[in-house]
Structures are given as C-alpha cells and as structure tokens.
C-alpha cells in the first residue's frame, strides 16, 4: 500500500491531461545563519511523503500518469554537518516515484516536460519566486513556436483539485490523527496532575512539550495557549508568563503535530482542583453546548449546523448568567452573544490545524460526509463591563475535541482526555505534591 502514490493518481484523475507543480517549503532563516526547524509543504507531504526542503514534484498526465522527484543530491560532505539525505535514486526507490533527478536540473527540464501540454496546474499567486520562476519555464516553450512547439494554454489552481481531496481523509490519515489525539490527550492530563497554585504558565507549557516529544511527536501542532485567569479571555493569548492563582481557571489549548497531522485539544479547569460553584455553571453551560454541536456533526448536516446548536444553548445560558436579556431568538438575532462567544465552533483539521477545505460552495454551507475531520469547540470569554455580574468577571472557558464525521455518531478522536467536571476532579485529585 502506498497513500502518496493512490493520491497521485487521483489527482490525475482530476487533472485529466496536463503538468502539475507542486514545491516544498524552504528552509527559513530564523536570525543569522540559524533557521527554523524544518517543516514541509503540506500539499507536497499529501503527495510524496518526502520530508526534505528543496524538493518540487512534478506530475505529468497525457495519457499516462508520470511522477517525477527533483531533490537535492546525495553529498557525503553536506551529510556529515546536516544528517542524512536520500539523493535521487534512491528517493524514487522509497517513495514510489517514476523518475527523479537533481534539483539543479529543474529549470533544465522543465521547459521541456511543459511542451505541448494543455494546462499547467500551479498554485499561482502563493510565492512570487516560484511564479517567476513559472514564467519562465513558460517563455522558454514560448519562444519555440516557431518549430511548432506550444505552451500550456491555461494555468490552473492545483491547491483547488487537492483541497477538496484533503477534506476527506483515508485510513492511513485518520490511524495518524487518532495516535496524535491520544498522544495530545496523555499531555492534557499530564498538565492537569502538575498545575497547582503559585506555579507559572510556562512550567505547564514545557509539561505538554515533555509529553508530545517522549510519545514521538515531533513538534506542537500550533504554538500552545496555556491561560490562567483573566489571560483565558484572550483567544490567542500565547505570551504563557503569568503566575497560576488559587481560585481562577486555566485554559490550555494545545495539540502535537505527528507525522505532519494536527490534533487540537482545549480544556478548561480550576488552578486548585476544584471547580467553585460559578465555575461550574458557567463550565457546565460550554459542555452541553458542545454536546449539542456534537449532535449535529451527521453525515448530510451542513457546516453550520454544529455552530447553531452551539449558540442556541450558549445563549441560554448567557440569559440564566444574567449576561444578556431578552429572548433567545432575540439575543441570536442581534449577535448581542457576541460580547461572551464571538468565534466559530470549528475548523477543518489535518495536515493543517486549520486545515486545507471551503466551508461554502456556491454560496451555501456545505454537507458533512464521512471522513472529514473538525473540530468542535464552544466557548464563554466573560470580561469585565458593565452588566457583568462580578462573580464571572474574568472567567474564559472553551473546550474542544477533534471529531470525525462517520455514518453515525461522529467518532470523538479526543474522547479520552477528561472533560466533565468530575473526570477533571478526579485528574487532578491525583497531582504531585
């Protein structure tokens, strides 16, 4: 079995005749001549596999379907500093490719692998480096018109074709996506069992970094939000420098990237391990609005569907608060909610935490179908202001579990990190000292 090549065919499939260019990311330089840790193109990863920089795939469909490899070449010398390299040849042989050759050949042959072909699929408009490099390689079949050799007659999206493809993952993708949930979940819980009053953000920060690497993820999906009190109504809030009190709540919103897949994890609970009793009429407000989302997530549902459910209940919780006044339907219809709940109640999830994927099409949410991946995660941001009773001044909640669409119930990837009150309790009731 190998993903990378039944992708590249389908693809072709879609492409019907033509050349597609689909590049790496580059290496980026972080200060000097130090750069950031290496991180390849998520639409080259869904393709090849190959997880060097300064590589470019190549996808020639007339007829038959080629994939052609242009990598770096294997140097001994560069090996000795950098690690290991695979070189062409042996690049082809791992990774299923038809032909592959260096790097340094790209310009060369490129000009000649676009000859006479009737489209170009390139992502236009993403790198202006690589669109003039394109149009290059366009002018040089260009200027051979003369011998009745014709350029492409159409540049089209790439990223449009494999967007589509992505929503929808396979069985290799979603094994990949419920070791990370569970990898993210085991570091959730480990945060729970070190927070304790007097302790910084940071420390429980390098608690879930601990937990992602030693289970062998890579790296953190995104960078991670670890909020203690009045910080949990900042919704990006990442400066994770503030001391931990006795009383407030800490929302951390972290996940680990595996393999290249995201998983994305929000849990909110009480610094001393015990929820107070307005605490946990505002906690208890978010879970059954995500529950109800939940509900919604069905094959045939409309994106929007989660959200709206979310909302209904949301509201009517800001109206037993005392946050808002009204009706429910007259809250919704003023968006005067917005003040305590102003985001989405999901994105799409994958190679990219806010993964590849329109939520519309021609004008209308789309429809859930089994194998996309979301995420579902409600939230309540009470800061201080008038009408705001001050017993919920400065408590931020959202929780958020990675869920995907199946023919029946969604199947919650997150399902084993505690989030009711009395699994949080019980978590951290078993803390160190």
């Given at each position: 079995?190998?993903?990378?090549?039944?992708?590249?065919?389908?693809?072709?499939?879609?492409?019907?005749?033509?050349?597609?260019?689909?590049?790496?990311?580059?290496?980026?330089?972080?200060?000097?001549?130090?750069?950031?840790?290496?991180?390849?193109?998520?639409?080259?990863?869904?393709?090849?596999?190959?997880?060097?920089?300064?590589?470019?795939?190549?996808?020639?469909?007339?007829?038959?379907?080629?994939?052609?490899?242009?990598?770096?070449?294997?140097?001994?010398?560069?090996?000795?500093?950098?690690?290991?390299?695979?070189?062409?040849?042996?690049?082809?042989?791992?990774?299923?490719?038809?032909?592959?050759?260096?790097?340094?050949?790209?310009?060369?042959?490129?000009?000649?692998?676009?000859?006479?072909?009737?489209?170009?699929?390139?992502?236009?408009?993403?790198?202006?480096?690589?669109d003039t490099r394109v149009v290059g390689w366009l002018?040089?079949?260009?200027?051979?018109?003369?011998?009745?050799?014709?350029?492409?007659?159409?540049?089209?999206?790439?990223?449009?074709?494999?967007?589509?493809?992505?929503?929808?993952?396979?069985?290799?993708?979603?094994?990949?996506?419920?070791?990370?949930?569970?990898?993210?979940?085991?570091?959730?819980?480990?945060?729970?069992?070190?927070?304790?009053?007097?302790?910084?953000?940071?420390?429980?920060?390098?608690?879930?970094?601990?937990?992602?690497?030693?289970?062998?993820?890579?790296?953190?999906?995104?960078?991670?939000?670890?909020?203690?009190?009045?910080?949990?109504?900042?919704?990006?809030?990442?400066?994770?420098?503030?001391?931990?009190?006795?009383?407030?709540?800490?929302?951390?919103?972290?996940?680990?990237?595996?393999?290249?897949?995201?998983?994305?994890?929000?849990?909110?609970?009480?610094?001393?391990?015990?929820?107070?009793?307005?605490?946990?009429?505002?906690?208890?407000?978010?879970?059954?609005?995500?529950?109800?989302?939940?509900?919604?997530?069905?094959?045939?549902?409309?994106?929007?569907?989660?959200?709206?459910?979310?909302?209904?209940?949301?509201?009517?919780?800001?109206?037993?608060?005392?946050?808002?006044?009204?009706?429910?339907?007259?809250?919704?219809?003023?968006?005067?909610?917005?003040?305590?709940?102003?985001?989405?109640?999901?994105?799409?999830?994958?190679?990219?935490?806010?993964?590849?994927?329109?939520?519309?099409?021609?004008?209308t949410w789309r429809r859930l179908e089994p194998g996309?991946?979301?995420?579902?995660?409600?939230?309540?941001?009470?800061?201080?202001?008038?009408?705001?009773?001050?017993?919920?001044?400065?408590?931020?909640?959202?929780?958020?579990?990675?869920?995907?669409?199946?023919?029946?119930?969604?199947?919650?990837?997150?399902?084993?990190?505690?989030?009711?009150?009395?699994?949080?309790?019980?978590?951290?009731?078993?803390?160190?000292?």
């Open positions: 079995m190998n993903p990378y090549r039944d992708r590249r065919l389908k693809l072709a499939a879609q492409m019907g005749a033509g050349v597609a260019v689909i590049p790496t990311a580059p290496e980026r330089l972080r200060n000097r001549d130090t750069t950031y840790p290496y991180r390849f193109d998520s639409y080259f990863h869904y393709l090849t596999g190959f997880p060097e920089p300064e590589a470019v795939l190549v996808l020639v469909v007339n007829g038959g379907v080629k994939s052609i490899l242009f990598c770096r070449d294997k140097d001994e010398e560069r090996e000795i500093w950098d690690g290991f390299r695979y070189g062409p040849e042996a690049a082809r042989e791992a990774f299923g490719m038809d032909e592959a050759y260096s790097i340094t050949r790209l310009d060369e042959m490129m000009p000649k692998l676009l000859a006479d072909q009737p489209d170009l699929f390139f992502d236009l408009g993403a790198d202006p480096s690589w002018n040089s079949v260009r200027a051979q018109a003369r011998n009745g050799v014709t350029a492409p007659a159409g540049i089209r999206d790439v990223r449009a074709l494999l967007d589509e493809m992505r929503l929808i993952k396979d069985a290799y993708e979603l094994a990949i996506m419920r070791r990370a949930a569970t990898i993210s979940g085991a570091a959730h819980r480990r945060a729970m069992r070190v927070t304790a009053p007097g302790r910084y953000e940071y420390e429980i920060e390098a608690e879930l970094l601990h937990e992602f690497r030693r289970q062998g993820a890579q790296a953190p999906a995104y960078m991670p939000i670890v909020a203690g009190g009045a910080n949990a109504c900042v919704l990006h809030y990442v400066r994770n420098d503030a001391p931990l009190r006795d009383g407030d709540l800490l929302l951390i919103d972290a996940g680990c990237e595996l393999d290249g897949y995201a998983s994305d994890i929000t849990r909110t609970f009480p610094v001393n391990g015990r929820f107070s009793a307005v605490q946990k009429d505002c906690y208890e407000i978010v879970l059954a609005a995500q529950q109800a989302a939940m509900e919604q997530v069905r094959v045939g549902r409309h994106w929007n569907e989660p959200h709206e459910a979310a909302v209904r209940v949301l509201v009517q919780g800001m109206l037993d608060l005392g946050l808002v006044t009204g009706s429910v339907e007259g809250v919704i219809e003023s968006l005067a909610y917005k003040r305590f709940y102003m985001h989405k109640t999901g994105h799409w999830l994958g190679l990219d935490v806010h993964d590849a994927g329109d939520y519309k099409r021609g004008g996309m991946v979301l995420t579902v995660e409600p939230g309540l941001y009470i800061r201080p202001g008038e009408g705001v009773p001050q017993a919920l001044w400065n408590i931020g909640i959202r929780i958020e579990d990675d869920v995907c669409v199946t023919d029946g119930a969604c199947e919650v990837l997150t399902a084993a990190t505690p989030k009711t009150v009395a699994e949080i309790e019980a978590c951290m009731a078993s803390r160190e000292a």
